[in-house]
């Protein structure tokens, strides 16, 4: 029987299905390895053949692992809840978890169809009860802690408190806001309960704030920066806006040194580690705080010591890694949205001001940050001093200073910064060259830490090295600064005003936070009559009825961000059902046998979410004892996108400028003047289209006329991101359908190596699917009869066999799967050349493909007599070398100097025994002529020369 792709793959997927073949043990003798896939969000549109791509790999990767011994984690789940599901409840007034599920359906019955080896039995569900309860079981634990600097890790609440108890806030090293008091252990005593609780929440890993957010309020809701683009959001294309709210934070900043530190011991992509150290962003430098020109003058003039009892609202702080070139300050420009805006506006400045922040609040951070071309800015009318000469300095707004980042302030030093410079020449602003003379000012912001300072009686003479601590210690000394070092990243906004996520196990009491007992976990998404806030703004979940705390306390009416449920989901998948009976984090639990994660594949746009949150919260649990490792992936690896092969037609326009129904064949589209229009791939074959598909495919083109090349009418081509909208989408179920799954997954790896984007290209497809024919073809006869001989092999066919054992495995090793799907196809033409039907070699060869295209492999092995279980746990071949050693070689014979024939002669044998082989062999005889050699040369290992 030839080769039935469609009945094989589908008897060994239910095969798999119903002995569950992939279901992994807990416990093993063998070593473990742990295998994971970024978990997908399953939308309505399913999977297209750019999404299975780093699963693929992922398997072939599990599958080896299996095959070389090991015990093999390999599991699959959904990052379940989010905004799509939410939107389309929006609109459709369907519950989000009955999209989800349905969507859900879609990608299982898909990814079964592809063969991977996946463990079912340990699927996740971010939305799932089940799930959430552990979600919101860890955001409980970090409301509970706070971060020792001195320990340097978190610690449970009660250990702070107890400290307050017996000494106050006296030697407290810990993260905390800027605004904690200070009091002895009699005044901590003497504060009520509300009034203590309001000083935990300052020091708190998951606390309540005021924060600048991005807020949509066409979807209700804030968004996080990769869901805002161009001032908009990424779904429907709402206007976003920055607005201050009430927003739970969490202090991911607290570990900013230990998430920097972690990278050197992780087997990561280099480009993705320095996008997190650049997102964590340390810096070494100074704060220092300018007072306000009023307040300076109150306590005691230029240069005095600052009044340690003036308010925030007194001064401006800022952070400067170039505390140097504070005598170069000009002027200071804080963020838009800093509290001290409306302070320091004077009636004049009033209508410019509001005018620039409206028009600011259009734009996202991202877009603020991004811009770094234009300028602008507005005056506030009011001026500060400088600490240490008593300068007076204009206080400016502008949209490139963000209230987020550092204090929301910054000291300008148009010589040393080209930014401040552009905004100094824009706005007329001076500029004081603080560096030696013979500097040029234009190029001062190219200016290193060389030099000496010329133009300051303080630090006159002196070389960077010994300015920056005399400043420092003069500015400490007037209290007015202090050395600091600063991170770029900030703590992480944890709420989303929305209905489809998990709910913040909290309500309030006399306005503050207190977390629900965890026995009443978890706390399940009440039922809502609309997804939309509520007509008093409040978020979705504030439509809910009755759904109420004890003595009709309220709830958060926020929802964990997306994000929550995907930063420890790893841990989930180690817990067989069996185990999530129990506590998920219990000691004895089976974390301790998988530990970690040993291979994760994904995506790299999660770097500075996902991935950095994931690593925060690992540390945090490992803090507390519920896990081991100190990061959650020892190997990442980045797969490429795959990416779309768009065709076009071309629409010829008339002379009015409007499209006609007639469209221009690729190759003669220069004649005429046309506009190309995307065309559904999927009615195009090597570039051919199919005119009658297309009429259907576009109905108002049903009576369309064609100009034609050779008959045809060919597309063009072009590649592009795979969407809906530019009709470049393939679906997998496509593929499948007319080549099969070991087709698809071959053919994903055969397009380039991993870690690159390729397009895809479906008309190189055909040549892989015949490969498998051909592989097919070696275990049966002209009848398709199984014809597999138990002889002997020869050197020939073992040398073959060993090269793509020895290939494969060198291969998957460092995940250069393309180049094994060249090999194999070597290898099989070596082997039909030989007409090699040896069992003893194809079996060998069925395992090192079987990672690959699993389906046909099973089969094989089922007819070569193997009855019993699954290739899947059978031992990859071991390599010999010796049958790649060269004993023998193809002696090229030259006649009288004209090269006759090839003899192969063992390698072992001298020049005499050559030349006596060479003279007996039969075809030599015939160009001899029955002549006797007058010279015989024979040059060992290279050529034989006869001379007659």
Same mark, same amino acid.
């Given at each position: 029987?030839?080769?039935?792709?469609?009945?094989?793959?589908?008897?060994?997927?239910?095969?798999?299905?119903?002995?569950?073949?992939?279901?992994?043990?807990?416990?093993?003798?063998?070593?473990?390895?742990?295998?994971?896939?970024?978990?997908?969000?399953?939308?309505?549109?399913?999977?297209?053949?750019?999404?299975?791509?780093?699963?693929?790999?992922?398997?072939?990767?599990?599958?080896?692992?299996?095959?070389?011994?090991?015990?093999?984690?390999? %599991?699959?789940?959904?990052?379940?809840?989010?905004?799509?599901?939410?939107?389309?409840?929006?609109?459709?007034?369907?519950?989000?978890?009955?999209?989800?599920?349905?969507?859900?359906?879609?990608?299982?019955?898909?990814?079964?169809?592809?063969?991977?080896?996946?463990?079912?039995?340990?699927?996740?569900?971010?939305?799932?009860?089940?799930?959430?309860?552990?979600?919101?079981?860890?955001?409980?634990?970090?409301?509970?802690?706070?971060?020792?600097?001195?320990?340097?890790?978190?610690?449970?609440?009660?250990?702070?408190?107890?400290?307050?108890?017996?000494?106050?806030?006296?030697?407290?090293?810990?993260?905390?806001?800027?605004?904690?008091? *200070?009091?002895?252990?009699?005044?901590?005593?003497?504060?009520?309960?509300?009034?203590?609780?309001?000083?935990?929440?300052?020091?708190?890993?998951?606390?309540?704030?005021?924060?600048?957010?991005?807020?949509?309020?066409?979807?209700?809701?804030?968004?996080?920066?990769?869901?805002?683009?161009?001032?908009?959001?990424?779904?429907?294309?709402?206007?976003?806006?920055?607005?201050?709210?009430?927003?739970?934070?969490?202090?991911?900043?607290?570990?900013?040194?230990?998430?920097?530190?972690?990278?050197?011991?992780?087997?990561?992509?280099?480009?993705?580690?320095?996008?997190?150290?650049?997102?964590?962003?340390?810096?070494?430098?100074?704060?220092?705080?300018?007072?306000?020109?009023?307040?300076?003058?109150?306590?005691?003039?230029?240069?005095?010591?600052?009044?340690?009892?003036?308010? %925030?609202?007194?001064?401006?702080?800022?952070?400067?890694?170039?505390?140097? *070139?504070?005598?170069?300050?000009?002027?200071?420009?804080?963020?838009?949205?800093?509290?001290?805006?409306?302070?320091?506006?004077?009636?004049?400045?009033?209508?410019?001001?509001?005018?620039?922040?409206?028009?600011?609040?259009?734009?996202?951070?991202?877009?603020?940050?991004?811009?770094?071309?234009?300028?602008?800015?507005?005056?506030?009318?009011?001026?500060?001093?400088?600490?240490?000469?008593?300068?007076?300095?204009?206080?400016?707004?502008?949209?490139?200073?963000?209230?987020?980042?550092?204090?929301?302030?910054?000291?300008?030093?148009?010589?040393?910064?080209?930014?401040?410079?552009?905004?100094?020449?824009?706005?007329?602003?001076?500029?004081?060259?603080? &560096?030696?003379?013979?500097?040029?000012?234009?190029?001062?912001?190219?200016?290193?830490?060389?030099?000496?300072?010329?133009?300051?009686?303080?630090?006159?003479?002196?070389?960077?090295?010994?300015?920056?601590?005399?400043?420092?210690?003069?500015?400490?000394?007037?209290?007015?600064?202090?050395?600091?070092?600063?991170?770029?990243?900030?703590?992480?906004?944890?709420?989303?005003?929305?209905?489809?996520?998990?709910?913040?196990?909290?309500?309030?009491?006399?306005? &503050?936070?207190?977390?629900?007992?965890?026995?009443?976990?978890?706390?399940?998404?009440?039922?809502?009559?609309?997804?939309?806030? *509520?007509?008093?703004?409040?978020?979705?979940?504030?439509?809910?009825?009755?759904?109420?705390?004890?003595?009709?306390?309220?709830?958060?009416?926020?929802?964990?961000?997306?994000?929550?449920?995907?930063?420890?989901?790893?841990?989930?998948?180690?817990?067989?059902?069996?185990?999530?009976?129990?506590?998920?984090?219990?000691?004895?639990? *089976?974390?301790?046998?998988?530990?970690?994660?040993?291979?994760?594949?994904?995506?790299?746009?999660?770097?500075?979410?996902?991935? &950095?949150?994931?690593?925060?919260?690992?540390?945090?649990?490992?803090?507390?004892?519920?896990?081991?490792?100190?990061?959650?992936?020892?190997?990442?690896?980045?797969?490429?996108?795959?990416?779309?092969?768009?065709?076009?037609?071309?629409?010829?326009?008339?002379?009015?400028?409007?499209?006609?129904?007639?469209?221009?064949?690729?190759?003669?589209? +220069?004649?005429?003047?046309?506009?190309?229009?995307?065309? +559904?791939?999927?009615?195009?074959?090597?570039?051919?289209?199919?005119?009658?598909?297309?009429?259907?495919?576009?109905?108002?083109?049903?009576?369309?006329?064609?100009?034609?090349?050779?008959?045809?009418?060919?597309?063009?081509?072009?590649?592009?991101?795979?969407?809906?909208?530019?009709?470049?989408?393939?679906?997998?179920?496509?593929?499948?359908?007319?080549?099969?799954?070991?087709?698809?997954?071959?053919?994903?790896?055969?397009?380039?190596?991993?870690?690159?984007?390729?397009?895809?290209?479906?008309?190189?497809?055909?040549?892989?699917?015949?490969?498998?024919?051909?592989?097919?073809?070696?275990?049966?006869?002209?009848?398709?009869?199984?014809?597999?001989?138990?002889? !002997?092999?020869?050197?020939?066919?073992?040398?073959?066999?060993?090269?793509?054992?020895?290939?494969?495995?060198?291969?998957?090793?460092?995940?250069?799967?393309?180049?094994?799907?060249?090999?194999?196809?070597?290898?099989?033409?070596?082997?039909?050349?030989?007409?090699?039907?040896?069992?003893?070699?194809?079996?060998? &060869?069925?395992?090192?493909?079987?990672?690959?295209?699993?389906?046909?492999?099973? !089969?094989?092995?089922?007819?070569?007599?193997?009855?019993?279980?699954?290739?899947?746990?059978?031992?990859?071949?071991?390599?010999? %070398?010796?049958?790649?050693?060269?004993?023998?070689?193809?002696?090229?014979?030259?006649?009288?100097?004209?090269?006759?024939?090839?003899?192969?002669?063992?390698?072992?044998?001298?020049?005499?025994?050559?030349?006596?082989?060479?003279?007996?062999?039969? +075809?030599?005889?015939?160009?001899?002529?029955?002549?006797?050699?007058?010279?015989?040369?024979?040059?060992?290992?290279?050529?034989?020369?006869?001379?007659?």
């Amino acid at each position: 029987m030839d080769y039935q792709f469609r009945d094989i793959e589908k008897k060994w997927q239910q095969f798999w299905a119903d002995k569950q073949t992939y279901k992994v043990d807990n416990s093993s003798e063998k070593p473990k390895y742990y295998v994971l896939d970024m978990f997908p969000y399953p939308s309505g549109a399913g999977l297209h053949v750019g999404h299975p791509l780093g699963y693929i790999a992922s398997d072939i990767f599990a599958r080896y692992k299996r095959l070389k011994g090991f015990n093999v984690l390999h %599991p699959m789940g959904y990052d379940s809840f989010g905004l799509p599901a939410e939107q389309y409840a929006i609109q459709t007034g369907q519950h989000p978890a009955l999209t989800t599920e349905q969507n859900i359906a879609t990608y299982r019955r898909q990814l079964d169809q592809i063969g991977f080896s996946f463990d079912w039995s340990r699927e996740v569900r971010t939305s799932d009860p089940g799930y959430y309860k552990w979600t919101q079981w860890i955001f409980m634990q970090l409301f509970d802690s706070w971060y020792n600097l001195e320990a340097d890790k978190a610690e449970p609440v009660e250990q702070l408190v107890r400290h307050f108890e017996t000494s106050g806030s006296k030697g407290i090293k810990a993260v905390h806001d800027e605004d904690v008091k *200070t009091f002895s252990a009699e005044e901590w005593k003497a504060m009520s309960s509300n009034e203590q609780q309001e000083e935990l929440l300052k020091y708190r890993l998951t606390y309540l704030k005021e924060s600048t957010v991005n807020w949509c309020p066409a979807l209700g809701t804030v968004l996080a920066n990769d869901e805002v683009k161009e001032g908009v959001s990424e779904r429907g294309g709402y206007p976003v806006e920055q607005k201050k709210m009430m927003q739970w934070s969490m202090r991911i900043t607290a570990y900013a040194d230990r998430l920097l530190q972690g990278l050197d011991t992780i087997d990561w992509p280099e480009p993705l580690k320095e996008m997190q150290r650049n997102w964590i962003g340390k810096s070494t430098g100074a704060s220092v705080k300018f007072a306000l020109e009023s307040e300076t003058i109150k306590a005691g003039g230029s240069g005095a010591a600052l009044n340690p009892e003036l308010s %925030p609202l007194n001064f401006i702080e800022v952070f400067t890694t170039r505390v140097d *070139t504070i005598f170069g300050v000009t002027f200071l420009v804080i963020a838009p949205e800093h509290e001290l805006v409306p302070v320091l506006t004077t009636a004049g400045q009033k209508e410019e001001i509001e005018n620039y922040i409206a028009q600011t609040k259009k734009k996202t951070e991202l877009d603020r940050m991004a811009d770094t071309k234009s300028v602008s800015g507005a005056f506030t009318g009011s001026y500060a001093l400088n600490p240490l000469d008593g300068a007076r300095i204009p206080v400016w707004i502008a949209d490139y200073v963000l209230a987020g980042y550092g204090t929301g302030a910054v000291m300008a030093v148009p010589s040393g910064d080209q930014r401040d410079w552009l905004f100094a020449r824009h706005f007329n602003l001076p500029v004081i060259q603080i &560096l030696d003379a013979q500097k040029d000012v234009e190029h001062a912001a190219d200016a290193t830490k060389e030099g000496t300072y010329v133009n300051s009686d303080f630090i006159n003479g002196m070389t960077y090295q010994e300015a920056v601590p005399a400043l420092i210690a003069k500015l400490e000394e007037l209290g007015a600064g202090k050395a600091k070092i600063q991170y770029r990243m900030r703590d992480a906004i944890f709420g989303r005003q929305r209905y489809w996520g998990e709910p913040v196990p909290v309500y309030f009491k006399d306005g &503050l936070p207190h977390l629900i007992e965890e026995s009443e976990l978890p706390l399940v998404l009440p039922e809502v009559d609309k997804y939309l806030p *509520t007509e008093a703004g409040d978020p979705p979940l504030g439509r809910a009825t009755d759904w109420k705390y004890r003595e009709g306390l309220p709830y958060e009416l926020s929802t964990m961000p997306g994000w929550a449920g995907s930063s420890w989901y790893w841990y989930r998948y180690m817990a067989s059902p069996e185990d999530r009976k129990e506590d998920v984090f219990a000691p004895a639990k *089976t974390i301790e046998y998988w530990k970690d994660v040993d291979l994760y594949i994904g995506g790299s746009e999660h770097a500075t979410g996902h991935l &950095l949150y994931s690593r925060f919260w690992n540390k945090f649990l490992k803090d507390m004892g519920y896990v081991q490792e100190e990061e959650p992936f020892k190997k990442l690896i980045n797969q490429g996108m795959i990416q779309g092969r768009s065709n076009f037609v071309y629409r010829l326009i008339n002379e009015d400028g409007i499209g006609t129904h007639v469209f221009v064949s690729h190759g003669l589209k +220069d004649q005429y003047h046309t506009a190309p229009i995307h065309v +559904d791939v999927n009615i195009v074959e090597n570039e051919v289209l199919d005119i009658e598909k297309f009429r259907k495919f576009r109905p108002e083109f049903e009576n369309a006329e064609f100009i034609l090349e050779n008959g045809k009418y060919i597309c063009g081509v072009e590649v592009e991101k795979m969407s809906k909208s530019k009709f470049n989408v393939v679906n997998p179920d496509d593929i499948i359908e007319r080549y099969g799954a070991d087709t698809l997954r071959l053919y994903e790896m055969f397009l380039g190596p991993l870690e690159q984007s390729k397009p895809w290209n479906t008309n190189g497809i055909e040549g892989v699917f015949k490969f498998l024919r051909k592989f097919w073809k070696l275990f049966h006869n002209d009848q398709f009869e199984l014809a597999v001989s138990d002889q !002997e092999p020869v050197k020939a066919e073992l040398k073959s066999l060993h090269k793509i054992i020895r290939k494969v495995e060198e291969d998957i090793e460092r995940f250069s799967f393309n180049t094994s799907v060249s090999s194999f196809m070597i290898c099989v033409n070596e082997l039909t050349d030989l007409k090699c039907n040896k069992r003893s070699i194809l079996q060998d &060869l069925l395992v090192v493909l079987s990672p690959y295209a699993p389906h046909i492999t099973e !089969e094989l092995w089922h007819l070569l007599g193997n009855e019993q279980g699954s290739l899947s746990y059978a031992s990859y071949p071991q390599f010999n %070398p010796a049958h790649l050693v060269e004993d023998e070689f193809a002696y090229p014979i030259s006649v009288n100097g004209k090269m006759r024939l090839n003899l192969n002669i063992s390698l072992t044998m001298e020049a005499p025994e050559v030349e006596k082989l060479v003279l007996e062999n039969a +075809d030599v005889q015939k160009y001899l002529d029955g002549k006797t050699p007058k010279k015989v040369i024979v040059v060992k290992g290279r050529i034989v020369n006869i001379v007659v």
